[in-house]
C-alpha cells in the first residue's frame, strides 16, 4: 500500500505561481512513476503531468508545457508540482497519483494510489 497526501493549493491571482506537493508514504520504493491529474468543477479529470519514480522521464499536458515543473525527491518520498503563470483555467482540484508499473501516464486506469487532491483556485 501507498498512501499519498497533498499540500500546498491555495488561491492565487492568475499570473502566479503555486508548489504542489505529494508525500507518498507505504511502500515508496514500489513506486515506478508519479502524476498530477486535476479535475475542474463540471470537466473530467485530466492529467497534467508525469513522471518517473527512478529515471528521467517527464511528460505534460499540453496546456500546461512550459509553465508547469514536476520533480521528484526520492530522499522524501516526495513529487512537487511547479506551476507558474497560472490562469485562471487552472483552477481545479489537483490530484497527485501512483503507479507501480509502466504504461501511458495518461491512463488513468494505470495509476494504483490516488490522494485525496488539493484545492487550486486562480482569481483573474
Known amino acids: 500500500q501507498v498512501q499519498l497526501v497533498e499540500s500546498g493549493g491555495g488561491l492565487v491571482q492568475a499570473g502566479g505561481s503555486l508548489r504542489l506537493s505529494c508525500a507518498a508514504s507505504g511502500r515508496a520504493f514500489s513506486l515506478y512513476g508519479m502524476g498530477w491529474f486535476r479535475q475542474g468543477i463540471g470537466k473530467e479529470r485530466e492529467v497534467v503531468a508525469g513522471?518517473?519514480?527512478?529515471?528521467?522521464?517527464?511528460t505534460y499536458a499540453d496546456s500546461v508545457k512550459g509553465r508547469v515543473t514536476i520533480s521528484r525527491d526520492r530522499t522524501k518520498n516526495t513529487v512537487y508540482q511547479q506551476m507558474n503563470s497560472l490562469k485562471p483555467e487552472d483552477t481545479a482540484v489537483y490530484y497527485c497519483?501512483?503507479?507501480?508499473?509502466?504504461?501511458?501516464?495518461?491512463?488513468?486506469?494505470?495509476?494504483?494510489?490516488w490522494g485525496q487532491g488539493t484545492q487550486v483556485t486562480v482569481s483573474t
Open positions: 497519483a501512483a503507479r507501480m508499473s509502466g504504461g501511458s501516464y495518461y491512463d488513468q486506469d494505470q495509476y494504483n494510489y
Open positions: 513522471i518517473s519514480w527512478y529515471g528521467s522521464s517527464t
